[in-house]
């Protein structure tokens, strides 16, 4: 893949984490069961840094390698999601935290993802990520 140099990308800074930008409000979300009967809650992800690549292919397709926080060893990637509106794409990194209190190590981790955008972009033009 090769790195891309029309876009813009901008983090809307609402609070920092162990150094690095948290792009989204911090907030209750969703709660789910797994397995082991753990409650699980949905959190915005910390997102550290964001890089816009296009893929050698036809048409080009187009991708964010995003690299978010996990602040201990409790909390897990969840997932992502992507919208576009316009020239804006619109970023969310969604972590899961356990809903009751428990020991965890606190070791902050990181995750690195590939979230596709697609192919329907116009050379020159400007796009932002937020």
């Known amino acids: 893949m090769k790195r891309i140099l029309f876009v813009t990308v901008v983090l809307i800074v609402l609070g920092g984490l162990a150094g690095g930008l948290t ?31 296009a893929a050698e292919s036809y048409p080009v397709q187009y991708f964010a390698r995003v690299v978010s926080g996990l602040h201990n060893g409790c909390v897990k990637f969840g997932s992502y999601e992507a919208s576009r509106q316009g020239q804006v794409i619109k970023i969310e990194v969604i972590n899961m935290e356990p809903v009751v209190s428990m020991p965890c190590i606190e070791l902050y981790g990181f995750v690195e993802t590939s979230i596709p955008l697609g192919s329907d972009f116009t050379p020159g033009v400007t796009y932002t990520v937020i």
Do not use: C, T
């Open 23 to 53: 792009a989204l409000a911090q907030g209750g979300g969703s709660e789910s069961d797994d397995q082991d009967g753990i409650a699980w809650r949905s959190i915005p992800a910390p997102i550290h840094e964001v890089e816009i690549l």
